[in-house]
């Protein structure tokens, strides 16, 4: 397995202080700062020690794992549209395994593919084929993007199931933050060219933004505007507007202690999928703020075993 670069390095240390002064000045990077913190430690800490992952088709091999980085699942010359593909290395000639589409969190405006790789490889080492993208981000590509991007990606992933070994009767999502709200933006409101997924995981999510007060403008980078000028927008956007009895089971956890995505936002979520009958389960990470959540290991470790109970 290869080894982690957990060193400070330049780059690094540079990217960390420009957050912290523009924290200083800048409301709005009170509220995206642990994400943009967030970002910064983890693309190092993801990294292997001499692997470069910015380059186009890189493979690498451990023992458990086969990862196939940066494969292009739309457009070649759309830099945004990479994935990495997982797969456990034991994986046999005519052998077909359920598969997972990761999706990175940050706001819809910020984040990598790189931000998931423990949970990537963690998932790949419990016999899924795990598709970890990147998607165009706001305020350069506003939403829809981000989930027309992913629809894209789960699309891709279906037509490539053969070559993959992936049973394509068996394809979930797993996100958190903005990825665990497009994660279940694709169970309930899916794409018409493509099956319905068999499960999702959708953590620290914003599955309400209806909820988001008239005026403000905190989502105006990613929607264009406040909801006041574009409520039909926030809605259609929003997780549970979509939620119907048809969904497929759907696994929620919210940190106790989240500021950030208050969790009455999975709360009602859990109370719309409680009355349209769509299986689920909801677990409180207790005493945890948004960021801590995201690498809860017991909370994530639940999340896994939901998915295998489902998809496997």
Not at 180 to 203: E, F, I, Q, Y
Not at 212 to 236: H, M, W
Request: glycine share 6%.
């Amino acid at each position: 397995m290869s080894s982690h670069c957990l060193t400070h390095t330049p780059k690094m240390e540079s990217q960390h202080a420009d957050i912290m002064t523009k924290l200083k000045k800048d409301w709005m990077y009170r509220v995206f700062a642990p994400l943009l913190l967030l970002t910064t430690w983890s693309n190092v800490w993801a990294q292997p020690v001499g692997q470069s992952v910015d380059s186009d088709s890189e493979k690498s091999r451990s023992a458990d794992i086969q990862i196939d980085y940066n494969v292009v699942y739309g457009q070649p010359d759309e830099p945004m549209h990479r994935a990495d593909i997982l797969k456990p290395s034991t994986l046999k000639d005519g052998e077909k395994l359920p598969a997972l589409l990761l999706i990175h969190g940050g706001a819809w405006t910020l984040g990598d593919k790189r931000n998931d790789a423990k949970h990537a490889k963690r998932l790949a080492s419990l016999g899924f084929v795990v598709m970890s993208i990147n998607y165009r981000l706001a305020p350069k590509h506003p939403f829809p993007a981000q989930i027309d991007d992913c629809r894209l990606a789960l699309k891709w992933l279906h037509e490539h199931a053969d070559e993959l070994q992936v049973d394509s009767s068996s394809i979930g999502s797993w996100g958190y933050s903005a990825g665990g709200h497009l994660a279940a933006l694709l169970a309930t409101d899916p794409s018409p060219d493509v099956p319905r997924l068999k499960a999702c995981v959708a953590g620290g999510a914003p599955c309400d933004l209806t909820s988001i007060p008239l005026d403000s403008n905190l989502l105006k980078p990613v929607f264009g505007g406040p909801r006041r000028t574009l409520p039909e927008k926030y809605a259609d956007a929003s997780p549970i507007t979509h939620v119907s009895p048809d969904d497929p089971p759907i696994f929620l956890f919210h940190g106790s202690k989240d500021w950030l995505v208050p969790s009455q936002s999975s709360i009602s979520m859990k109370e719309a999928l409680q009355r349209e009958g769509v299986e689920f389960e909801y677990l409180v990470v207790p005493d945890k703020a948004h960021l801590m959540t995201f690498i809860d290991r017991e909370a994530t470790e639940k999340s896994y075993q939901f998915l295998i109970e489902r998809m496997r």
